[in-house]
Every structure is written in structure tokens, then in C-alpha cells.
């Protein structure tokens, strides 16, 4: 369980994670618009 808690509270891991996400997602969408 300490693993998992050290990945929530760790700011700079989740702002990564949702940079990926984000970078990945923006091109689906692009091109779901189109």
C-alpha cells in the first residue's frame, strides 16, 4: 500500500502521467473532429 499512496502524493508524477495522457488524447480528438 506505501507504493501506491507514494504515487498519489507525488505531485510531479501525476503532473507527467497527465501530460502523457494529454499528448496522446490530443490527437485522437483532432482527428475525431476531422
Given amino acids: 500500500m506505501e507504493e501506491n499512496n507514494f504515487w498519489f502524493t507525488d505531485r510531479s508524477n501525476a503532473i507527467w502521467y497527465f ?3 494529454t ?3 490530443i490527437p485522437l ?3 475525431w473532429l476531422l
Avoid: C, D, R
Wanted: net charge neutral; no cysteine; charged share 0%.
Fill in 19 to 21: 501530460a502523457l495522457i
Fill in 23 to 25: 499528448v496522446l488524447l
Fill in 29 to 31: 480528438v483532432v482527428l
